[in-house]
């Protein structure tokens, strides 16, 4: 009897000890897998600081590079200068009678800011910090910390895009022409990685194409509708209420809605 309580004790332990080096096994695949994926992060990082500073070498000291770096942080700020000319833009439409350029122009204030507020959001959930090497030079003060996407990069393209398409220019021009030089303002600043400022132009090149999509619904569904005008009405609403479901934020819906009421009494 004490013999097989032995061995059962024996075994026991065994068992035991095999259960603790299969948990301490386990505990060290699980921290070279952390250590592995952190310094693959960090060598994407470092790559991008590499890629930051020589941006800056190549441009930050060349002569009107700076202030007009800081000019275009200055207008792309919230999405203010977006709103503006695409401000000016409703008024001037008005005036004409033009209810579609109208329309086109509501939705490029409302996509520019829209896809602001939704690069805002982003950028709480991802929480990746502004560069801080200390060898990139920083150019302008920013209202957060948050780095991942670009807010100037998302809201410029859409606008961009929308801005362009209000005011009958070829699809492409508008975005051509003001895109580069913002993109590329951020990365002088020395505020966003290379990355950010991408993924900001993808994600206002998404914004944009959702508001496009949204207005051609609209038109359709006028064209559909034509010759009936309950169903235009119904049509108009529906399409409204979309539209505005693309716009975050209580305050930012508010005014859209108002710009949409008012373009409809135009």
Do not use: C
């Not at 065994?14 to 960090?42: Q, Y």
């Not at 801005?163 to 030089?181: C, E, F, S, T």
């Amino acid at each position: 009897m004490s013999l097989e309580s032995s061995n059962g004790e024996s075994s026991n332990g065994e068992s035991s000890n095999g259960e603790s080096s299969n948990g301490e096994s386990n505990d060290r695949d699980v921290a070279e897998r952390d250590e592995s994926s952190n310094a693959a992060v960090s060598r994407g990082e470092s790559r991008e600081v590499d890629a930051l500073i020589a941006i800056q070498d190549a441009l930050y000291d060349r002569p009107g590079v700076l202030p007009t770096a800081r000019a275009l942080s200055h207008f792309g700020e919230h999405s203010l200068g977006w709103l503006a000319i695409s401000g000016l833009g409703y008024a001037a439409a008005r005036r004409r009678g033009d209810a579609t350029a109208q329309r086109r122009w509501v939705e490029a204030g409302v996509g520019a800011f829209g896809t602001h507020a939704a690069s805002v959001i982003i950028k709480r959930i991802v929480r990746r910090p502004r560069p801080h090497d200390p060898r990139i030079r920083i150019g302008v003060s920013t209202p957060s910390k948050l780095s991942f996407p670009s807010s100037h990069a998302t809201s410029t393209t859409a606008a961009s895009i929308l801005i362009g398409r209000a005011a009958g220019l070829p699809p492409y021009l508008l975005p051509a022409l003001l895109v580069p030089p913002m993109l590329t303002s951020r990365l002088v600043l020395g505020v966003h990685y290379p990355s950010d400022v991408a993924a900001g132009a993808a994600l206002g090149a998404l914004g944009a194409g959702a508001v496009i999509g949204a207005d051609t619904l609209f038109e359709q569904a006028s064209r559909t509708a034509a010759g009936h005008p309950r169903a235009t009405r119904t049509a108009r609403v529906a399409a409204r209420a979309g539209a505005l479901a693309l716009v975050p934020g209580q305050t930012a819906r508010t005014a859209a809605a108002w710009a949409i009421r008012n373009r409809g009494e135009a």
